[in-house]
């Protein structure tokens, strides 16, 4: 809830310890002999709390006995400003105050009016307030004297209150003090004037050229100075306004540990006074719940405190985001060197103020990991950004742009919809469905929703998940994963990642959380039933190799997924749903048919697979389509100058490739026979095509393993 940056009013709501002062200069001055003029001031910076004294200060006395309690007059001289004169204004108002409570001699008014009128004039005011009462101008002294005399007889004092005098021009401030300077040491009238001093001597230096301080000391008797607010006190107001902001944030979003490293180190040098803490709560009241679960709670707080209290520095690191967020990569091309790195953070850092400069260098590192090289000794690399973003902290280049647009980027998804997308596996059906949608929806940046969210939620399987989730999303991959390969996500140069990859590091993952024995039990049931053959086959082939099958390096036992037994065991399961797919005329329609026929050939069932191959081989409609699948593309890069690479795309399909399953020239003579088709696909034709050449390289002696017979 945003708070009004209203003063306290009542002592009981004190936070600042502020009320025993104010209840001491309420007795004060209830102690003050008749004859007494007195001009108190209460000293203290903008936001301060100077207002909720003034308040605390007018409670207590109108706690007082009917007879000891002073007539209050309150005058707010910014409401005063422009043309309208200040001191007519003061006097109309003080009169009028007066007149209502009854409590003064018509002399006393009469006598207040004849001053007014007087100071009027001599600080050049417009004409006269009470031109009706008046027939000549009177003598400002002569005014006074009766006024003082009037006072004396009265049985009430008078305690005219004049706040926020440092919102006022500096020709204001002058006048106001004139006013003050002229009056105050009328018997029985006791002023309090709450101002930043600092504000009002350079504004009466401006006026009166002369020292601001001195001018102000001749004027002011009492000065009192504002009693500086404990930190205890401030954090005590800012936790119990956060507490309620930061309801519902999901406590994975929250570490302690942190909060407490941004707050000390940072946050906390930059909150002084009760103000800011109402501006610092607002914001976030206003701001945090349109980000909620997708920024990590201590960092949004961490960033919204800097935009308040250091706004240029914030936006320094809003528009800089590749110099923040992120791991420092001194090898990459995209960064620049070390040294202009340095001179980048110090030029921003030389703006800052400079009793922030050591805790904001801190507090900066904490937010921004990167900046480590400049203010600190050691770095953060590359291998950080899975855990950065897994938090959603600002310095993850993935998430950044989320704390400064207070909202997820449109090729981003939010945190919100990974988890509840995560949560509905515990209904396979719903999960695949929700996959299926997100392949279907495109991106700003061409790829799938689904991309996305395959790259995004690896990150966060670090954390603990439910049995059921991994069993419902292990159940959803291993029957639609084949179906999740649209072209729009297809690599497209060295550095992109396919969904295929994500697919793997995400099983790999989740099978980690569970025993052996469980693992083996899910696969079996999946390579069983499941229909996504293409992932089966990659799966039982990472297991197999981890024990130094089909040419893997074999591991330690305890980094082996399964033991050998149980791979035994998925070889001969995969083994039987290939044959089955083939059987089924389905084997065609999977990806990375060379693995697949890879796992076959090495089957005890592998009769059957050159059975299955010949018979493709000679039929005119399946043998286009074996070869498309079995053709192979890929990049490399070609010299075009001394400077200058071009990426290309490749492709590659050489008959030996067919030796273990086939004879090669089989399959050679059948793809000069089928050429000629005009029924033939662009893709067809392009892996017909590429086999003949390969096979008219070898026929002349080349090899086209060797890579510079492309160039």
């Not at 001055?29 to 100077?50: F, M, R, Y």
């Not at 005399?149 to 009265?154: A, I, N, Q, T, V």
């Not at 049995?467 to 060295?494: C, N, Q």
């Not at 053709?631 to 030796?659: C, M, Y």
Request: glycine share 4%.
């Amino acid at each position: 809830m945003v708070s009004a940056d209203k003063p306290l009013v009542d002592p009981a709501d004190d936070a600042f310890d502020y009320a025993p002062y104010a209840k001491s200069i309420a007795l004060n001055i209830q102690a003050l002999t008749k004859s007494t003029g007195l001009v108190i001031a209460i000293n203290g910076t903008w936001g301060s709390g100077k207002t909720t004294m003034v308040n605390f200060v007018t409670h207590y006395l109108n706690q007082l006995k009917e007879d000891e309690r002073p007539s209050i007059f309150f005058f707010n001289p910014w409401w005063f400003t422009g043309r309208e004169d200040l001191i007519r204004a003061f006097f109309a108002q003080l009169q009028t105050i007066l007149g209502e409570k009854r409590l003064f001699s018509d002399q006393t008014k009469e006598h207040l009016a004849e001053l007014a009128e007087a100071l009027s004039s001599v600080t050049k005011g417009a004409g006269s307030y009470f031109a009706n009462k008046l027939k000549k101008k009177l003598n400002v002294t002569r005014s006074k004297e009766k006024l003082s005399e009037s006072l004396k007889k009265s049985e009430r004092k008078i305690l005219v209150i004049i706040d926020d005098l440092d919102r006022l021009t500096p020709e204001e401030i002058a006048q106001i003090f004139a006013l003050v300077k002229g009056v105050g040491d009328l018997p029985n009238v006791v002023y309090i004037l709450a101002f930043d001093r600092d504000v009002l001597a350079k504004g009466l230096s401006t006026v009166h050229q002369t020292d601001g301080e001195a001018f102000i000391e001749k004027i002011i008797q009492i000065p009192l100075q504002l009693p500086t607010v404990e930190k205890i006190h401030l954090r005590k107001l800012l936790f119990s306004k956060l507490n309620v902001i930061t309801e519902n944030t999901p406590p994975e979003l929250f570490g302690k540990s942190r909060w407490q490293n941004m707050y000390f180190q940072g946050i906390d040098h930059l909150l002084r006074t009760p103000r800011d803490i109402i501006r610092l709560t607002n914001s976030l009241s206003f701001n945090y719940p349109s980000v909620r679960g997708e920024v990590n709670c201590p960092d949004f707080i961490s960033i919204e405190s800097i935009r308040i209290f250091l706004p240029e520095i914030y936006d320094v690191i809003r528009n800089n985001p590749d110099l923040f967020a992120g791991a420092w990569e001194p090898d990459s091309r995209r960064s620049m060197s070390l040294d202009n790195f340095k001179q980048f953070h110090l030029s921003w850092m030389n703006r800052v103020p400079e009793n922030l400069k050591g805790s904001l260098k801190k507090f900066s590192t904490l937010l921004f990991p990167k900046l480590s090289v400049v203010w600190g000794s050691g770095s953060y690399g590359i291998d950080w950004l899975p855990n950065w973003r897994r938090h959603l902290l600002v310095c993850s280049p993935d998430v950044f742009a989320t704390y400064f647009r207070l909202s997820v980027p449109s090729n981003s998804i939010s945190y919100s919809e990974l988890k509840s997308t995560l949560n509905a596996a515990q209904y396979p059906q719903q999960f695949s469905n929700i996959l299926t949608g997100f392949r279907e929806t495109l991106r700003p940046d061409g790829k799938t929703k689904l991309h996305t969210f395959l790259e995004t939620v690896i990150d966060f399987l670090d954390q603990e998940v439910e049995r059921k989730v991994i069993a419902g999303v292990l159940f959803s991959l291993f029957e639609i994963a084949d179906e999740l390969h649209p072209t729009t996500d297809e690599p497209k140069g060295w550095f992109d990642i396919s969904n295929s990859t994500f697919i793997n590091s995400i099983i790999s993952k989740l099978l980690d959380k569970l025993p052996e024995a469980d693992r083996f039990e899910i696969l079996r049931e999946r390579i069983t039933n499941g229909k996504a053959l293409s992932l089966m086959v990659n799966q039982v082939l990472s297991f197999s190799g981890q024990h130094g099958r089909f040419g893997g390096k074999q591991k330690p036992s305890v980094e082996t997924i399964l033991t050998l037994p149980h791979v035994e065991a998925l070889e001969g399961l995969c083994s039987d749903r290939i044959i089955e797919f083939a059987k089924s005329d389905r084997l065609l329609d999977v990806g990375n048919l060379w693995l697949v026929l890879k796992v076959w050939q090495n089957s005890a069932r592998q009769n059957e697979l050159k059975e299955w191959l010949s018979n493709v081989v000679e039929n005119d409609l399946l043998f286009p389509l074996l070869l498309e699948k079995l053709i192979q593309a890929g990049v490399r890069e070609r010299s075009k100058g001394t400077h200058e690479v071009e990426v290309e795309e490749f492709f590659r399909l050489d008959p030996e490739w067919f030796k273990p399953y086939i004879d090669p020239k089989e399959v050679v003579q059948r793809a000069r026979s089928i050429a000629p088709m005009t029924s033939l696909t662009s893709k067809q034709r392009k892996a017909v095509e590429q086999l003949l050449k390969e096979s008219e390289m070898r026929e002349k002696g080349d090899n086209p393993e060797e890579t510079n017979i492309w160039e």
